[in-house]
C-alpha cells in the first residue's frame, strides 16, 4: 500500500492514524529521514509520534553516507516480507518518488554511458546510418530491436552502448528488472490539497515551524562536525543545502529561507509532475474532511481485505 503526496501534504498524520488500526506497519518512503542528526529540516515524525506509530527506515543512516534508490528497494522488500510473516499490512509512506518507482517497477542495474563509446556509436550512425545501426542491434538483441522503431535513433544507440559495455542485450535487463518489481497486489493512493496556493501556504507555514524548533541550529550542528559539505547527498536536502550556504557566508539568513522556501515548492512542483502520470492513483484533499475520510475508509478497506489474503 502506497501513501503518496507533495511534501506537507499531511501524509505523516494519516499514516499514524492507520497505525492505530493495529493493522499495518510504516515504512518511511523518503531520503531525507534516512539521516540521522537531521530531525527538524526533513520533517521527521517527532518522538511522541514514532511512540504512536514506529517507522521503518528512518534514522539510520550517518549523514556521510549515501542512500541510492536501489538499496532503498531491497531494503523495502526485505521490510515487506517482515511485515507480511508477522500478519501485518505494510504501508509505505512518502514523497520521494524515485524510491517508490523503483519499488514498483524494478530497477535496471544498466551499465552508466560511456563518453567514448557513445562517440565512436555517433561516429558510426554518421557514415553508416540509423538503419544499419538498428540491424546490427538486431543482430545481439533482436527483442529490443522489435520493440525500438528504425528510426529512434537515441535509443537504438543506447542499446548498443549497454550490449558494448556488459555483453548482455539490453532486454536482458528489462527481465531481470520485473523480476525485482513488487509482485504484490497495491493500492496507491496521493494526499494533495486541490488549491496550489493553500500547498504554498502550507510549506511556508512549516518552514516557519521548523525555524522556530531550531532548524538553523540544527544545520549548524552538522556544519561544524567539520566532514560534511554540500557535495554529500544528505547535505543537498531541501533547506539543508540553503542554511548550509548561510553558513559558508554565501547567503543572509533572510535568502537562505526564502530560497529554501522556493526550492520546497520547486520540490513539489516534481512530485507534482511523478504523480500525474503514476497508474491508477487515487486522489485526495486531506483539506476536505470528507475527501479525506473516503481516503482513509478507502485505504482501510484495502488494508483489511489485504490482510485476509496474507493469513
Known amino acids: 500500500m502506497f501513501l503518496m503526496g507533495p ?7 494519516m499514516a499514524i492514524e492507520l497505525y492505530q488500526t493495529g493493522l499495518v506497519e510504516i515504512v518511511s518512503v523518503d531520503s531525507a529521514m534516512v539521516y540521522q542528526q537531521m530531525d527538524i529540516g526533513s520533517a521527521k515524525p517527532t518522538d511522541k509520534e514514532l511512540v504512536l506509530a514506529p517507522h521503518h527506515l528512518i534514522d539510520f543512516l550517518d549523514p556521510k553516507e549515501s542512500y541510492s534508490a536501489s538499496q532503498f528497494s531491497s531494503d523495502a522488500i526485505d521490510l515487506i ?36 563509446l557513445r562517440e565512436q556509436l555517433k561516429t558510426q550512425l554518421e557514415s553508416e546510418g540509423v538503419e544499419a545501426l538498428h540491424e546490427a542491434l538486431s543482430k545481439v538483441d533482436k527483442v529490443t530491436a522489435n520493440r525500438l522503431h528504425k528510426t529512434d535513433t537515441q535509443r537504438i544507440l543506447r542499446a548498443l552502448e ?24 497495491l493500492l496507491s493512493v496521493a494526499l494533495a490539497p486541490a488549491d496550489r496556493s493553500v500547498l504554498h501556504a502550507r510549506i511556508a507555514k512549516r518552514f ?3 525555524l522556530e524548533a531550531g532548524f538553523v541550529d540544527e544545520v549548524k550542528g552538522l556544519y561544524s562536525r567539520g566532514d560534511l559539505n554540500l557535495d554529500y547527498p ?15 557566508g554565501e547567503l543572509t539568513i533572510d535568502e537562505a529561507v526564502e530560497r529554501a522556501i522556493i526550492a ?15 497508474p491508477d492513483l487515487h486522489w485526495f484533499d ?5 475527501q479525506y475520510q473516503l481516503g482513509l475508509n478507502l485505504i482501510t478497506d484495502f488494508i ?3 490482510q485476509q489474503t496474507i493469513h
Open 7 to 13: 511534501t506537507a501534504s499531511g501524509k505523516t498524520a
Open 81 to 116: 516480507n517482515a511485515i507480511h510473516e508477522r500478519g501485518k499490512v505494510p504501508l509505505l509512506v512518502g514523497g520521494t518518488m524515485l524510491y517508490f518507482k523503483a519499488l514498483k517497477d524494478g530497477l535496471a542495474d544498466l551499465p552508466t554511458s560511456n563518453s567514448e
Open 162 to 185: 549497454v550490449y558494448q559495455l556488459s555483453g548482455k542485450p539490453l532486454s536482458e535487463f528489462h527481465q531481470e528488472q520485473q523480476l525485482t518489481a513488487l509482485p504484490n497486489p
Open 208 to 210: 516557519e515551524n521548523m
Open 234 to 248: 544528505s547535505m543537498k536536502c531541501v533547506g539543508y543545502r540553503q542554511v548550509w550556504q548561510y553558513f559558508d
Open 264 to 278: 520546497t515548492r520547486q520540490l513539489a512542483k516534481r512530485q507534482f509532475t511523478w504523480l500525474r502520470s503514476w
Open 286 to 290: 486531506p483539506l476536505e474532511p470528507n
Open 304 to 306: 483489511q481485505s489485504h
